[in-house]
């Protein structure tokens, strides 16, 4: 089935600082979806990006899919934006697969 | 607003027993999921349907079953519950594949 790999694995932040996160998946897709997961485990869309760059306020996504890799910007980071980052994809009729998501923590 | 709830929210239960949780979405979505979340596993999938009377198996759905009689209900029922099923449970719904997937709340199992 297809892979999906997240970078890095924890991160860090200075509150006001910005990063970018990657996702590399290992085939194409028709559906590739970030989520936030908040402290209190709800799942939230960021953005439904299967190629393209959409921006929805301090973030923004790319996805490049024709050489398999999707990146999240965030910007002025702020304490909210701690939680557990998710990409997902789904190829075809197969359901969603997930990363193992990018744990970030923002420090005031 | 349309919605897709999940009920219980918390649930504590005992070794062998029959355990059902529900999960109900009010967009008309043909596609609705189950998932569960561990620590350094992140979500794995259970079992999915892609319509009313279609149920199909996930990666790990050893001792899971669902049923879909209608397209709003997607029910989860753990036949005898296991420790090893002490988890958070994700229901999520789709209108048809490669559309953006909308996930309930969580509900979290813990098997004693």
């Known amino acids: 089935g297809i892979q999906v790999e997240q970078s890095p694995p924890d991160l860090i932040l200075q509150e006001g600082a910005n990063s970018t996160l990657r996702c590399n998946f290992s085939?194409?897709?028709?559906?590739l979806q970030w989520f936030h997961q908040n402290p209190w485990g709800q799942l939230i869309n960021l953005f439904y990006?299967?190629?393209g760059t959409k921006q929805n306020g301090r973030l923004s996504a790319t996805t490049v899919a024709t050489e398999r890799y999707s990146l999240l910007y965030i910007s002025s980071s702020q304490t909210t934006d701690s939680g557990v980052y998710f990409c997902?994809?789904?190829?075809?009729?197969?359901?969603?697969?997930f990363g193992k998501g990018t744990r970030l923590s923002v420090i005031a | 607003d349309a919605e897709i709830t999940q009920s219980p929210r918390h649930k504590i239960t005992e070794t062998g027993r029959q355990v059902t949780l529900a999960c109900h979405q009010t967009w008309n979505h043909n596609n609705m999921f189950w998932y569960r979340q561990d620590l350094g596993h992140g979500l794995r999938l259970i079992h999915y349907s892609y319509g009313v009377q279609d149920t199909n198996k996930g990666e790990v759905s050893d001792g899971y079953s669902v049923s879909r009689s209608n397209t709003e209900d997607l029910p989860l029922t753990l036949e005898s519950a296991a420790s090893s099923q002490t988890s958070v449970y994700f229901c999520?719904?789709?209108?048809?594949?490669?559309?953006?997937?909308?996930f309930g709340e969580g509900s979290w199992l813990t098997v004693v």
């Open positions: 990006i299967p190629s």
């Open positions: 085939d194409s897709v028709n559906n």
């Open positions: 999520a719904s789709s209108e048809i594949s490669g559309n953006t997937i909308y």
């Open positions: 997902a994809v789904e190829r075809g009729n197969t359901p969603l697969v």
